[in-house]
């Protein structure tokens, strides 16, 4: 085809559709800035049931734009996918706004948290899908412009990206836990923003060269005149294939104690890839080609499920183990999600020149190089933090130099890896499964959100919150913890010492809302409990506020603190004094994967090494042997 002379101005509606997804991810990212932030610190739920739940969101969002896509090309058409999509999204936000203003309401705050997770889910997979889709059709065939189009696209996406964890952070990551719901609430605000701007230009500028709408009609309509092979339904591997999703997940579920998310994303990764290479018709060529892009599929679960640490355990990382102390003020946690985007504007342009360069000279890698490469680089990333906390105490804070190093050398190997895959899928996939391929693709990333929220709940603690706040019910209780109150040296005394705390029991009562009420704290006069200071730090270091502790036993403690919580009274915002306390448990099971035992921030990064490490080297070893199975495509 003939390359179209065009102007180089683009048009005006590229830039409607760069500002529409740069509201929608600033609406994700900050989100998911916050999200295991406020399931810890707000909803109190341990690490490891935070990281599950962050997995299952995380993957159902990368299964759900098969459904968004099918739709579209169906029965909507792109513009209603991506308002419906938009308007779910804006609910779910909301939803996490109310979660956030009755987290004190345990059980009421799950419920609506859960409820838009939902509604985020689902609305995800009417939109991601089907935004991109519309960047070309702004040009006519062969327009030298388009590749720039999509450049300028993408930094639509980063620069929401970058904005979401400030702006959503300085908002909801206050140290308060009653300040989630802002950040929430902002993220709901960029959501409708991104929804108003688009009702509001879509019909002036999402046009077409020749001024026809672009997104009205189903895809399926569009270019009636094309005719495109597709693959016919075989309904007998497509049972036995189903039988087989059914049998994998009752083994995932009973034998391994997946949850149902879970069991469902592995079931359905092994099950559809097997459904479409068992297709008598396919050739020898093509049937090669679809094994390149299975074993690819494999190996970048591995750097996926890595890199998707950033918004679970190194966001415990960060908020546990990092001195974010500049110029005498903390940093929020959730800042350091906005590093990658940053590294992926400054880097990407270098890593384009770096290829180039390389093309010229017949020296650039092929897709398989490039990905083991990159799988390689994560690895390098891992190592240098494990480094940084090797030999440390979880009391004592690391420079951010470490995490900033790691987020920044991981974007070197996402440069590497991502943007080559769908370019392989386009390229290897026979026409007929092109779409199928692409859902491949897709679940291959699904799965590897879900398996880095199992790998987060790996996240080493050494101390747990094992019960909710719960509000002080009687003076005499409260005169009990005011007795004591800790000795403020042992703050600055060696970790490796132990401090003597006095053994106690609680008596509590239903309040006529079914709380547990503390209404008596009975002090053993005798005898006491030994705890370390080293224990006492890493407490300090989850709940900054709590100043006395009791016993209740070897293995746990209950401490004491006083927050403000905003109300309104008479339509003013009035701050009220409110007394809590936490028990904690001191002594957990540390966790194992495969038969290795994690004891430490060290073993849970050198795990993320290992992995990254060995998939590097296989991918590299198969490298040549892909390459020949690709027939003629790098």
Avoid at 88 to 106: D, S, V
Avoid at 304 to 330: C, M, P, V
Wanted: positive net charge; hydrophobic residues 50%; glycine residues 8%.
């Amino acid at each position: 085809m003939a390359e179209v002379k065009s102007d180089s101005k683009h048009p005006s509606g590229l830039y409607v559709l760069f500002v529409t997804e740069m509201w929608e991810r600033f609406s994700y990212y900050g989100m998911r800035a916050l999200f295991v932030l406020f399931m810890t610190k707000a909803l109190l739920f341990d690490k490891a049931l935070g990281s599950q739940i962050y997995g299952s969101y995380t993957g159902l969002v990368y299964l759900t734009p098969l459904l968004g896509g099918y739709m579209a090309d169906r029965y909507w058409g792109n513009r209603k996918s991506i308002i419906i999509g938009g308007v779910l999204m804006a609910i779910g936000q909301l939803f996490m706004f109310f979660a956030g203003t009755f987290y004190q309401e345990a059980d009421m705050a799950s419920m609506l948290m859960f409820t838009g997770l939902g509604f985020l889910i689902f609305g995800n997979g009417f939109f991601k899908p089907n935004i991109s889709t519309m960047v070309g059709q702004l040009y006519p065939a062969g327009d030298k412009r388009v590749d720039s189009a999509f450049t300028i696209f993408y930094m639509g996406i980063n620069l929401g990206a970058f904005i979401a964890p400030l702006l959503c952070g300085y908002l909801g990551d206050t140290g308060s836990p009653a300040d989630f719901r802002w950040g929430f609430l902002a993220a709901c605000v960029g959501m409708c923003l991104s929804l108003v701007m688009f009702i509001a230009l879509k019909n002036k500028y999402i046009v077409t060269p020749e001024g026809e709408q672009i997104g009205v009609k189903p895809n399926s309509a569009r270019q009636e005149n094309i005719t495109t092979e597709k693959a016919p339904v075989n309904y007998k591997s497509m049972g036995i294939w189903t039988l087989l999703c059914v049998l994998l997940m009752f083994v995932f579920k009973t034998y391994l104690e997946m949850d149902w998310v879970g069991t469902f994303i592995f079931s359905l990764t092994i099950a559809a890839p097997g459904y479409i290479i068992s297709d008598p018709a396919l050739t020898k060529v093509e049937r090669q080609r679809i094994w390149v892009i299975y074993i690819a599929a494999f190996f970048v679960i591995f750097f996926w499920a890595a890199f998707e640490q950033a918004g679970a355990s190194l966001t415990y990382f960060a908020e546990e183990q990092t001195d974010r102390s500049i110029f005498g003020s903390n940093i929020p946690t959730s800042y350091f999600q906005s590093i990658n985007a940053v590294a992926i504007v400054i880097f990407a342009p270098i890593f384009v020149w770096i290829w180039g360069l390389l093309g010229k000279r017949n020296l650039e890698p092929a897709s398989p190089f490039k990905q083991a490469i990159g799988l390689f680089l994560l690895a390098i990333g891992y190592l240098v933090i494990a480094f940084g906390v090797k030999g440390l105490d979880p009391s004592t804070k690391v420079s951010m130099v470490w995490l900033v190093s790691l987020y920044t050398i991981h974007t070197f190997g996402e440069l590497c890896l991502s943007p080559i895959g769908l370019s392989m899928v386009n390229k290897l996939a026979p026409v007929k499964l092109a779409s199928l391929l692409m859902g491949v693709w897709f679940l291959s990333t699904a799965a590897a959100n879900k398996f880095a929220g199992t790998l987060s709940a790996l996240y080493p603690e050494e101390v747990r919150a094992e019960q909710k706040y719960a509000p002080i019910g009687s003076p005499a209780a409260m005169a009990v913890l005011n007795n004591n109150l800790l000795d403020q040296s042992v703050w600055n005394a060696d970790p490796k010492g132990k401090s003597n705390l006095k053994l106690a029991t609680v008596e509590t009562q239903k309040t006529a809302d079914g709380k547990d009420s503390i209404v008596n704290i009975v002090v053993d006069s005798v005898k006491t409990a030994t705890i370390s200071n080293y224990h006492l730090k890493v407490i300090k270091s989850n709940n900054g506020k709590f100043d006395r502790a009791l016993m209740l036993g070897e293995n746990l403690m209950i401490t004491h603190d006083s927050v403000d919580v905003i109300t309104l009274q008479d339509g003013k915002k009035v701050a009220v004094k409110e007394e809590r306390v936490q028990t904690w448990n001191l002594k957990l099971e540390k966790p194992t994967f495969l038969s290795f035992k994690i004891n430490d921030l060290y073993d849970f990064f050198m795990l993320f090494v290992f992995m990254a490490g060995a998939a590097s080297v296989f991918l590299f070893i198969l490298s040549a042997k892909l390459l020949k199975m690709m027939n003629g495509v790098r």
